[in-house]
């Protein structure tokens, strides 16, 4: 009746004592999880002396002469703009009127 051949898989042996009773072995896993916070920790390390090399050795720090330095003047053209921009919603905020309106929430 049960005629039905099984399929032995080339990693069968090996997934089989994975998944048996012995998963739960305490200290092996405390000796996984160590050993992967320190390399964790040194992969950490070693990207932020990474880091560090580039910015210090990079175009963070590049000093400017101060003859080459251009100092912009403001236009009194353009601050009498923005004035006459704030005084004009002022004036609008004074004027507003204040309706009955409808509550939505009703």
Known sequence: MN????IKLPFSDTLQGFLSNKIVNPKRD????????????FISLG???YMYRQIVNGDMYISVKREELVIENLKSNDL??????????????????????VDPSI
């Open 3 to 6: 005629n039905i051949p099984k």
């Open 30 to 41: 405390w000796k996984i999880l160590l050993t992967l916070l320190i390399i964790f920790i």
């Open 47 to 49: 990207f932020d002396f």
């Open 80 to 101: 009498q703009k923005i004035l006459n921009n704030f005084e004009i919603k002022k004036t609008n905020i004074t004027t507003l009127k204040m309706e009955n309106l």
